[in-house]
């Protein structure tokens, strides 16, 4: 049965045409804070407790596409107050929320390609690892793995990356993903439709590149399955991705070797093709791993929703390469976050504690949402559809 779930609050980031490309909760705060990235170079820190979701700082990045958030946002889930951004100028800035100023405290940067934009970012807390991808330039798309521990606090010393993995990709890098247990597994996915998984622990990028996926489309987003069985057994590096022709896929961990062997079969364990009709959406918000959601949106019907889904792997016994878990979708438990953000596409949805979502629209409002019983909410549930006719400009183009 299909749950609806009412906005309880809103908080509008920006009156001018700015979206809130990604949502993050704080860890341990009190009051419970979240923070919002926008398309015109912001970071916004909210605090979630007020009942208007009251915005309590302001960080602008810079001024002019130099600036743009890029690789996105991260909040280091070892930190309390510790976020890391990277950016079209080829920084990678790391923020203490509770200093004064711009709070900026390290900076990092790869000075043999100074400048190149970029457009993907991923941290670690197992082994305090920031990983950033590039834009392809002068023929390298460059996966980058730095130190948190050994920053730079002036751009004049920038710490060269711990790794340089140049190889593997042939067009931009856009998505990267650590597993949550595993140290040292890394995913990386680009337009080229490759997804290659790697062993950070080495240097050498022949010896570090564990498998490679030829998804045959522009890859997305792509994660691990933090699979309920031991690290050493391959099925816990099993893998899934979503591509930018809202294709969706699930991967069995291999090795090179058995690639060899296999060239030119299908890679896919379960292969979904396009899941717009099957999962009744125009697009994919993400998924979420974490908490086994699928968000999903429909801007021409106003609707957002919510999918749980389940995995499994047909034998916890065996610990032979090629085991992958059956995803499951269940459609049956369905929610639907009504009025959603009116026509405007949704860019982002976080959850927080005690079943509380947050999601960031292009409409440039974040909106808390909380399950009510049937007579609590109002008869109008919040939404932004009303503000569209302050809106005139072109989609903002994030990559």
């Given at each position: 049965?299909?749950?609806?779930?009412?906005?309880?609050?809103?908080?509008?980031?920006?009156?001018?045409?700015?979206?809130?490309?990604s949502l993050a909760t704080l860890p341990d705060t009190t009051p419970a804070q979240l923070v919002a990235s926008l398309s015109d170079n912001s970071l916004r820190v909210l605090d979630t407790a007020s009942s208007q979701l009251r915005e309590v700082r302001k960080l602008f990045l810079g001024k002019g596409d130099s600036a743009v958030l890029s690789g996105g946002v991260c909040v280091c889930s070892d930190s309390t107050h510790t976020?890391?951004?990277?950016?079209?100028?080829?920084?990678v800035r790391v923020y203490d929320l509770r200093g004064a100023g711009d709070s900026t405290v390290a900076e990092f940067s790869d000075a043999a390609r100074h400048g190149v934009p970029l457009t993907t970012l991923a941290y670690s807390a197992l082994t305090h690892t920031i990983a950033v991808g590039t834009e392809l330039a002068q023929q390298d798309a460059r996966?980058?793995?730095?130190?948190?521990?050994?920053?730079?606090?002036?751009?004049?010393?920038?710490?060269?990356?711990l790794r340089i993995y140049a190889d593997s990709h042939s067009d931009d890098v856009t998505a990267l993903a650590f597993h949550g247990s595993v140290p040292h597994a890394l995913l990386s996915g680009s337009t080229d439709g490759l997804i290659?998984?790697?062993?950070?622990?080495?240097?050498?990028?022949?010896d570090a590149v564990c498998q490679v996926v030829n998804t045959n489309a522009s890859?997305?987003?792509?994660?691990f399955f933090d699979a309920p069985?031991?690290?050493?057994?391959?099925?816990?590096?099993?893998?899934w991705a979503l591509s930018h022709m809202e294709t969706f896929a699930v991967y069995a961990a291999t090795d090179k070797a058995e690639e060899s062997d296999n060239e030119g079969e299908d890679d896919?364990?379960?292969?979904?093709?396009?899941?717009?009709?099957?999962?009744?959406?125009?697009?994919?918000?993400?998924?979420?791993?974490?908490?086994?959601?699928?968000?999903?949106?429909?801007?021409?019907?106003?609707?957002?929703?919510?999918?749980?889904?389940?995995?499994?792997?047909?034998?916890?016994?065996?610990?032979a390469p090629g085991v992958a878990p059956r995803f499951v979708p269940e459609f049956k438990h369905r929610s639907e976050l009504l009025g959603a953000h009116g026509e405007e596409v949704v860019r982002c949805v976080e959850f927080g504690a005690d079943g509380i979502i947050y999601s960031g629209g292009e409409d440039?409002?974040?909106?808390?949402?909380?399950?009510?019983?049937?007579?609590?909410?109002?008869?109008?549930?919040?939404?932004?559809?009303?503000?569209?006719?302050?809106?005139?400009?072109?989609?903002?183009?994030?990559?």
């Open positions: 049965m299909t749950r609806s779930i009412y906005a309880s609050t809103k908080s509008h980031l920006s009156y001018t045409p700015s979206y809130v490309l976020v890391i951004t990277a950016s079209a100028d080829g920084l996966v980058l793995l730095f130190d948190l521990r050994s920053p730079s606090t002036t751009s004049k010393s920038s710490p060269a990356p290659t998984r790697y062993n950070t622990i080495h240097a050498d990028e022949d890859v997305r987003q792509t994660g069985i031991p690290a050493s057994r391959a099925g816990s590096l099993a893998l896919a364990a379960q292969e979904f093709g396009d899941i717009r009709e099957a999962w009744n959406c125009e697009y994919v918000v993400g998924i979420d791993m974490r908490h086994r959601r699928i968000a999903v949106g429909s801007n021409s019907t106003s609707k957002l929703s919510l999918i749980p889904f389940s995995y499994s792997y047909p034998s916890l016994s065996s610990s440039g409002i974040v909106k808390c949402w909380k399950e009510q019983k049937s007579d609590e909410h109002s008869e109008e549930p919040l939404s932004a559809g009303k503000q569209n006719s302050r809106r005139s400009h072109k989609r903002f183009a994030p990559y």
